[in-house]
C-alpha cells in the first residue's frame, strides 16, 4: 500500500517508518514544519529535520516538508489563547491532531495516499459486527494517546494508521537502539505538540502580557499572594504558586475580578467533584446510544493521565452530557476535554468539552431533551 508516514525526527515515528518499510509499504515521509512564535529562530526545527532527512537515506525513501505554519497559528493557537483569556484551560494537541496532522495534511497531501501513519500510541480496530472502524487504546497505558485523538473525524480515523501503538515504549526504544537508527538516543519530545518546543508561559505572556491580581483562598477569602495573571493559572494546579505553607491547588478563577482562587491541604472538598456537565459531545465513529438517556456506563480521562475512572454518562441534550464519577476527581477546569472510553478500556468513544456550568443544577432525573426542544 502507498503510505504518508509523518515524521517529526522522534525515535516513536522512526520505528514507525522501519515497521512499514519491513512490512513492504510504499512509504513517503513527510515532516510538518512550524516556525516558533519567539522570533528566536527555529534551530529545533532544523534538528528535527536532518534528523528525518537522515532516516530517508537509511531507507532509502522520499521526504517532504510541508509548511503548515499558518494553518497551526489559526487553529491551534489561536484557540489556545483564546480560550485561556476566556479563563478555561485549552487542550492543544488534540485541536493539532484534529486540525494539522490529520486535517490540513490530509487536505494537502495524506488523500494521495491509502494511509497516513504516524508515531502515536494508539491502535484502530474493525469491529466484524457493524464492518466500522474504531479508535483503541494502546496496550502501554502510560504512553496511550487516544486521548489526543478523541477529536479526530471518522473520515481521518479510517484514514489513519498507527504502526507503533501495539508496543510498548520501551519495545520502541529498544528497536531504535538495536536497528542503530541515528535518534535511538534522543529524548522524548516534552509538553504540546509544536508548543512543546517553546516554554508555555513565555509563549502566553508574549501574547496576553501580565495582569497581576490577587491569589485568594476561597474558604476563608483571604488574599494569599498576587499572581501574575489569571491565564497562567489551571484549575488543578499545584505548582508554580509562589506561595509557602501549601500544598495549594487552583480551584477557581473569576475573570472579570481577575482573582485565583486557591484551597489548601490534601484532598480538601473543594478541590474535587463528581458531577461533570459536557458540551459539543463528539463521537469518533458513531453515537454509541442515539436513542437513549439513561446512565450508561463508561470510564473516561480528565486529563492525560494512565488511570481510567470509572462513571456514568447520561445524554441530557443532543450534545450536552453529564459524567457521575464512581470516585472524587480533581481539577476539574472547564474548557478541558472530558474523554469517554469503553468499561473495558478498550475502545476511545469520543470526547466533549467541559463546561462551567454549575454541576448543583444539572439533575440526572431531568427528562432527556433533543436540542430543539
Ligand atoms: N513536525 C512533525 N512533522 C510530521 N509529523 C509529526 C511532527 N511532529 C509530530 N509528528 C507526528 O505525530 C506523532 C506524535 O507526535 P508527538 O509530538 O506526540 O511525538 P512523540 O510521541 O514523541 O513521537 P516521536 O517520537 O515520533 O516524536 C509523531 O510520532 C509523528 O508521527
Redesign the pocket.
Known amino acids: 500500500m502507498r503510505i504518508a508516514?509523518?515524521?517529526?525526527?522522534?525515535?516513536?515515528?522512526?520505528v514507525?517508518v522501519h515497521r512499514l518499510v519491513e512490512q513492504g509499504h510504499d512509504v513517503s515521509l513527510?515532516?510538518?514544519?512550524?516556525a516558533s512564535d519567539d522570533g528566536r529562530g527555529d534551530c529545533s526545527a532544523e534538528e528535527?529535520l536532518e534528523m528525518c532527512r537522515l532516516i530517508a537515506s537509511r531507507y532509502g525513501l522520499p521526504l517532504d516538508t510541508v509548511d503548515l505554519n499558518k494553518e497551526y497559528w489559526e487553529s491551534v493557537m489561536e484557540y489556545a489563547l483564546r480560550t485561556v483569556r476566556q479563563g478555561l484551560t485549552p487542550n492543544p494537541d488534540i485541536m493539532c491532531n484534529r486540525f494539522i496532522?490529520f486535517g490540513y495534511f490530509e487536505e494537502r497531501r495524506g488523500y494521495e495516499f491509502d494511509y497516513t501513519?504516524?508515531?502515536?500510541?494508539a491502535r484502530t480496530l474493525t469491529d466484524p459486527a457493524d464492518g466500522l472502524v474504531y479508535l483503541a487504546t494502546a496496550p502501554d497505558p502510560v504512553k496511550d494517546?487516544t486521548d489526543?485523538l478523541a477529536r479526530i473525524s471518522y473520515r481521518q480515523l479510517s484514514h489513519a494508521m498507527f504502526p507503533i501503538g501495539d508496543l510498548p515504549k520501551a519495545e520502541v526504544r529498544r528497536m531504535a537502539v538495536e536497528l542503530n537508527l541515528p535518534n535511538a538516543r534522543r529524548r522524548?519530545?516534552q509538553g504540546i505538540?509544536?508548543l512543546?518546543k517553546i516554554n508555555y508561559n513565555d509563549f502566553i505572556r508574549r501574547h496576553l502580557g501580565e495582569r497581576p491580581g490577587p491569589i485568594i483562598e476561597i474558604e476563608s477569602g483571604r488574599k494569599l499572594g498576587e499572581h501574575r495573571g489569571y491565564w497562567f493559572h489551571t484549575i488543578g494546579q499545584r505548582k508554580g504558586l509562589g506561595l509557602s505553607g501549601g500544598p495549594w491547588y487552583v480551584v477557581g478563577k473569576n475573570i472579570v475580578d481577575n482573582a485565583v482562587y486557591v484551597s489548601g491541604g490534601y484532598g480538601t472538598l473543594r478541590q474535587y467533584g463528581r458531577t461533570i456537565c459536557l458540551d459539543e459531545m463528539h463521537w469518533i465513529t458513531r453515537d454509541p446510544w442515539p436513542d437513549r438517556c439513561d446512565a450508561e456506563p463508561i470510564v473516561f480521562k480528565n486529563r492525560h493521565m494512565p488511570e481510567f475512572i470509572e462513571a456514568t454518562l447520561t445524554r441530557l441534550g443532543q450534545s450536552r452530557y453529564v459524567i457521575e464519577s464512581s470516585q472524587p476527581v480533581q481539577g476539574i477546569a472547564p474548557g478541558q476535554f472530558a474523554v469517554i472510553y469503553t468499561p473495558d478500556r478498550r475502545i476511545c468513544l469520543g470526547s466533549g468539552i467541559i463546561t462551567t456550568d454549575d454541576p448543583r443544577h444539572f439533575k440526572l432525573t431531568q427528562p432527556c431533551q433533543n436540542e430543539s426542544d
Not at 5 to 14: E, K, N, Q, R, T
Open positions: 508516514a509523518l515524521i517529526s525526527g522522534g525515535v516513536d515515528s522512526a514507525a513527510f515532516y510538518i514544519r512550524i528535527d496532522k501513519a504516524t508515531g502515536h500510541y494517546q489526543f522524548d519530545s505538540c509544536f512543546g
